[in-house]
């Protein structure tokens, strides 16, 4: 699989397995997906590493009466189990410290983004992380 094919796989999800996502970005569980998402490449698709694809996808949902904007980084590695050792790259360390809890601590002066969802299958793993665009200074 590659980065098209993710960006396709993004576009025919349904609203209600997004809204799934959306809710922990907006942190409200009676907010839905409309129609209309937008996926695109955040950087040119590599073929090299273990990282597959990195898209921002966003759209609106619906939430108390209100329209509202939301949008999540979907970064999708190749799972560490199928790497070889000299493959293992930083996807593979971020999947670990992820869902490890390495993230969870409180670092001074730096916050990692929040992971919302992990899906692994087919031999990749989907992060659907906190899309960082509005902030402002360095990465």
């Not at 698709?45 to 996808?57: A, E, N, Y």
């Amino acid at each position: 699989m590659n980065a098209d094919e993710i960006h396709d796989q993004v576009l025919a999800l349904s609203a209600s397995q997004l809204s799934r996502i959306v809710r922990k970005v907006l942190s409200d569980e009676s907010a839905f997906v409309l129609p209309d998402i937008k996926v695109r490449h955040v950087t040119a698709p590599s073929r090299r590493g273990d990282t597959v694809g990195l898209l921002r996808v966003e759209g609106q949902a619906k939430r108390q009466q209100q329209h509202v904007d939301w949008s999540v980084i979907l970064k999708v590695v190749r799972s560490p189990g199928i790497l070889s050792k000299a493959e293992r790259n930083s996807g593979e360390r971020e999947v670990v410290a992820y869902e490890y809890g390495f993230l969870d601590r409180e670092f001074v002066g730096v916050r990692p983004a929040t992971l919302f969802h992990t899906i692994h299958q087919d031999g990749l793993t989907w992060m659907w992380i906190e899309d960082l665009q509005w902030m402002n200074g360095p990465p």
